[in-house]
């Protein structure tokens, strides 16, 4: 039997934090108990009807059933620059400064590849959606993480980061509203860090994919690229997936600085062949008119994010009260380690939740309760946390 090695890109990953509470899921499962998993960022709620019209209509067509465009068919690029024009006020040139994506995190994942060289220095702001410092590994880069702390409302710190790091720097990647802390961006905050990337030449990398599960029509989050010079440094990441409950459609867009824009559409264009056109023509339709679901859908959130913070406020776990996304994140009680009281909670209650340090050493200390089951099961959730 020959031997295979993997290589060292893979080899070197950091273990998977995660294995554990899944073993132990299991292991909990299997003596019989329900339960109740408040893991999983991926929204329970179905795709409406109307896109999945579009989809089966769109596949009846043989014209969609050859390679799509790898950049995306430019009706549905219109559409992205339409909606980014409706929601942000962002004009956006569907040729230059927007490509499809199968999804944002096959982008983003892509994207160091374009701009990275080995020994490069990459910036990721931590705790983090984890794809942005393996693909930066992947890449060959050197990821500095630059922590997010309650105390500076889990935006970077960006007076602490020295002159010399952000001469080194390549690229730094941000993500608001933030996975996982729930934590948004302010104006200020973007134009501080358009007029920092400016000076230094470093490339903004903004993930936006949870904009659009927010809880007040007042207060909502913002695109990096309303900030005024965001196109000189920033590409924004995004995505329908949240938006519209399609994370299996694998339906995304990158958008911001035509060169950075370009840089990931050249990588593309040797890895994948594009999103199927059936499902480019349902984005479509989901862009132009999914907003009065989108509305429904931030209600059903809101009823589920308010039971929760309810129930942990009567039980003393500090959390701040998310203006967005569909996270709780919390501190662990006095005494415990996030992996301590996460696998406390599943042996004792059978509640999965995510422990902190899953996204980064920054995120020890807490843990994340997603918002994606129903209020009933949420609610005996919280019960069975409360009478621990
Ligand atoms: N960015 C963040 C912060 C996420 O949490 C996720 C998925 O959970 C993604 C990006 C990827 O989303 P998708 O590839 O479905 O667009």
């Given at each position: 039997?020959?031997?295979?090695?993997?290589?060292?890109?893979?080899?070197?990953?950091?273990?998977?934090?995660?294995?554990?509470?899944?073993?132990?899921?299991?292991?909990?499962?299997?003596?019989?108990?329900?339960?109740?998993?408040?893991?999983?960022?991926?929204?329970?709620?179905?795709?409406?009807?109307?896109?999945?019209?579009?989809?089966?209509?769109?596949?009846?067509?043989?014209?969609?059933?050859?390679?799509?465009?790898?950049?995306?068919?430019l009706t549905y690029r219109q559409a992205v620059a339409d909606w980014y024009k409706q929601r942000f006020n962002?004009?956006?040139?569907?040729?230059?400064?927007?490509?499809?994506?199968?999804?944002?995190?096959?982008?983003?994942?892509?994207f160091p590849l374009a701009f990275v060289n080995p020994g490069d220095l990459v910036l990721v702001a931590s705790?983090?959606?984890?794809?942005?410092?393996?693909?930066?590994?992947?890449?060959?880069?050197?990821?500095?993480?630059?922590?997010?702390?309650?105390?500076?409302?889990?935006?970077?710190?960006?007076?602490?980061?020295?002159?010399?790091?952000?001469?080194?720097?390549?690229?730094?990647?941000?993500?608001?509203?933030?996975?996982?802390?729930?934590?948004?961006?302010?104006?200020?905050?973007?134009?501080?860090?358009?007029?920092?990337?400016?000076?230094?030449?470093?490339?903004?990398?903004?993930?936006?994919?949870?904009?659009?599960?927010?809880?007040?029509?007042?207060?909502?989050?913002?695109?990096?690229?309303?900030?005024?010079?965001?196109?000189?440094?920033?590409?924004?990441?995004?995505?329908?997936?949240?938006?519209?409950?399609?994370?299996?459609?694998?339906?995304?867009?990158?958008?911001?600085?035509?060169?950075?824009?370009?840089?990931?559409?050249?990588?593309?264009?040797?890895?994948?062949?594009?999103?199927?056109?059936?499902?480019?023509?349902?984005?479509?339709?989901?862009?132009?008119?999914?907003?009065?679901?989108?509305?429904?859908?931030?209600?059903?959130?809101?009823?589920?994010?308010?039971?929760?913070?309810?129930?942990?406020?009567?039980?003393?776990?500090?959390?701040?009260?998310?203006?967005?996304?569909?996270?709780?994140?919390?501190?662990?009680?006095?005494?415990?380690?996030?992996?301590?009281?996460?696998?406390?909670?599943?042996?004792?209650?059978?509640?999965?939740?995510?422990?902190?340090?899953?996204?980064?050493?920054?995120?020890?200390?807490?843990?994340?309760?997603?918002?994606?089951?129903?209020?009933?099961?949420?609610?005996?959730?919280?019960?069975?946390?409360?009478?621990?």
């Amino acid at each position: 039997m020959s031997e295979f090695k993997l290589a060292d890109r893979l080899a070197t990953l950091p273990p998977y934090l995660f294995a554990e509470i899944d073993r132990l899921k299991q292991e909990v499962a299997a003596q019989g108990v329900d339960i109740i998993s408040l893991g999983i960022g991926d929204p329970d709620l179905p795709t409406p009807d109307f896109i999945i019209d579009a989809l089966y209509e769109a596949a009846k067509k043989p014209v969609n059933h050859q390679y799509p465009s790898y950049v995306g068919l430019l009706t549905y690029r219109q559409a992205v620059a339409d909606w980014y024009k409706q929601r942000f006020n962002v004009d956006l040139d569907p040729e230059k400064e927007i490509v499809s994506l199968i999804g944002s995190k096959e982008g983003i994942a892509h994207f160091p590849l374009a701009f990275v060289n080995p020994g490069d220095l990459v910036l990721v702001a931590s705790p983090n959606y984890p794809v942005y410092p393996v693909a930066s590994g992947f890449a060959g880069a050197d990821v500095q993480i630059i922590p997010l702390t309650d105390e500076n409302d889990f935006l970077p710190d960006l007076n602490a980061i020295d002159n010399d790091t952000w001469k080194k720097a390549k690229i730094f990647f941000i993500n608001y509203p933030n996975n996982p802390t729930a934590a948004t961006a302010t104006a200020e905050f973007y134009e501080k860090l358009v007029e920092k990337a400016r000076e230094f030449n470093v490339i903004i990398v903004q993930d936006a994919a949870y904009t659009e599960v927010y809880y007040d029509d007042n207060n909502k989050p913002l695109s990096i690229m309303e900030t005024p010079g965001a196109k000189d440094v920033a590409i924004e990441f995004h995505s329908l997936s949240k938006t519209y409950n399609m994370t299996g459609w694998r339906c995304g867009m990158a958008v911001g600085n035509p060169t950075l824009v370009a840089g990931l559409g050249k990588i593309k264009e040797n890895v994948d062949s594009g999103i199927f056109q059936a499902v480019q023509e349902a984005g479509i339709a989901a862009l132009k008119h999914g907003e009065p679901h989108v509305e429904g859908f931030r209600k059903i959130y809101k009823e589920r994010r308010d039971c929760v913070i309810e129930a942990l406020h009567k039980i003393n776990i500090s959390c701040r009260v998310p203006e967005a996304s569909i996270f709780v994140w919390a501190k662990t009680p006095e005494g415990y380690s996030s992996s301590d009281f996460v696998s406390k909670l599943l042996r004792e209650t059978g509640v999965v939740v995510t422990p902190g340090n899953g996204f980064g050493a920054p995120g020890e200390g807490y843990f994340r309760i997603s918002l994606t089951v129903d209020t009933d099961r949420l609610k005996e959730a919280v019960s069975r946390i409360s009478k621990l």
